[in-house]
Nanobody
Framework: QIQLVESGGGLVQAGGSLTLSCAAS????????MAWFRQAPGKEREFVAA????????YYHDSVKDRFTISRDIPNDMGYLQMNRLKPEDTAVYYC???????????????????WGQGTQVTVSS
């Protein structure tokens, strides 16, 4: 199991930027995929971005492509989501997720990830 803790959420005006961080804690050293999801009030949790275990590939939801950047610091077990040109529709609780099955292609659904953080609120005002 991987324990994940997000930070960096907050209130920002439309057009502004925020960087979310995700700190991972593992009992035993292993490789794992990482991803970010978000959930707005009354909506299902949706995929935002994902990065493979070796940072070799990244994937984005079309709605955030060219505005968000996912990255990770593998030696220090950290993940990041740089969010630029934020829009009110980006308002949601953002969750970090991890999947130890690094031999598998990285998934983009909630069911593909076993480990989840508690979430961090991002609010974008118009």
């Amino acid at each position: 199991q991987i324990q994940l803790v997000e930070s960096g959420g907050g209130l920002v005006q439309a057009g502004g930027s925020l960087t979310l961080s995700c700190a991972a804690s593992l009992r035993t050293r292993s490789t794992y995929h990482m991803a970010w999801f978000r959930q707005a009030p009354g909506k299902e949790r949706e995929f935002v971005a994902a990065i493979t275990w070796n940072s070799g590939s990244v994937y984005y939801h079309d709605s955030v492509k060219d505005r968000f950047t996912i990255s990770r610091d593998i030696p220090n077990d950290m993940g990041y989501l740089q969010m630029n040109r934020l829009k009110p529709e980006d308002t949601a609780v953002y969750y970090c997720a991890a999947d130890r099955r690094s031999w598998m292609p990285i998934g983009r659904t909630v069911e593909d990830f076993v480990s989840w953080g508690q979430g961090t609120q991002v609010t974008v005002s118009s």
